[in-house]
């Protein structure tokens, strides 16, 4: 796999439980890329994205996400690739309502014997808390926040780790239409400074046009 590349798929394929299958004959994402995965409902969108995550395992072919072929991984290497190298972020993005803004966004370091709660995590998170117009919300009660401020959150909870490759699941799907653009605005931003490869799965086709790259599964949407 090339250094440049994030992602290398050839002859992916994945059967879910209830016969679905998804295939991806032949695909490369190359690092800090941003791309829009659209399709129509049904069509495999949050699947790719559990398997990108090693959340799920490919009925055949090869994966390799950053370095490491999930499809031939096992659970615990898939378990750690994850831990180090991706973030996943959903649409309920979840806070917890009794701690502060900050705290919300250091879980990954108090959750994780592997990580350190050290200043240099507390000043990344205020870094990125500001970067994403939060940054005078520190101590506020999460839950005080707006459905728009939660998310951010949420985004910036997923970058204090520096994942190479944030994989997002309709994260804005619950914002009005402005509240969606900007926070896509704000991840574009933070990613393409920090190199970050971006998957954004969205059924908004004006949100996906904001992104340089497409990826279309299922057909037309």
Same mark, same amino acid.
């Given at each position: ?105 250091? &879980? ?5 014997? *592997?990580? !350190? =709660? %050290?200043? /240099? #995590?507390?000043?990344? +998170?205020?870094? @990125? ?35 190479? &490759? ?5 994260? *804005?799907? !619950? =914002? %009005?239409? /402005? #509240?969606?653009?900007? +926070?896509?605005? @704000? ?35």
């Amino acid at each position: 796999m090339s250094e440049a590349l994030s992602v290398e798929v050839e002859g992916l394929v994945h059967t879910t439980p209830d016969g679905f299958v998804l295939r991806l004959p032949r695909w490369t994402l190359r690092r800090g890329a941003q791309v829009a995965v659209v399709g129509p409902s049904g069509s495999g969108k949050t699947t790719l994205l559990g398997l990108l995550a090693g959340l799920l395992v490919p009925t055949a072919g090869r994966l390799i996400v950053e370095g490491l072929d999930l499809a031939a991984a096992d659970e615990a290497a898939r378990r750690t690739h994850r831990q180090r190298h991706i973030a996943l972020l959903r649409q309920d993005f979840p806070v917890m309502e009794a701690l502060s803004v900050e705290e919300n966004v250091l &879980l990954p370091f108090r959750l994780s014997p *592997t990580r !350190s =709660l %050290d200043g /240099a #995590a507390r000043d990344r +998170a205020r870094r @990125l808390l500001s970067a994403l117009g939060l940054g005078g919300l520190l101590t506020r009660g999460a839950g005080r926040l707006s459905a728009g401020e939660r998310q951010r959150v949420a985004l910036a909870r997923a970058l204090v780790v520096r994942p190479r &490759l944030l994989l997002c699941d309709e994260a *804005t799907a !619950s =914002l %009005d239409p /402005a #509240a969606a653009a900007q +926070a896509l605005t @704000l991840a574009q931003t933070v990613c393409d400074e920090e190199g970050v490869t971006l998957l954004w799965v969205t059924h908004d086709l004006s949100l996906a046009a904001r992104l340089p790259e497409r990826l279309q599964l299922g057909g037309a949407s």
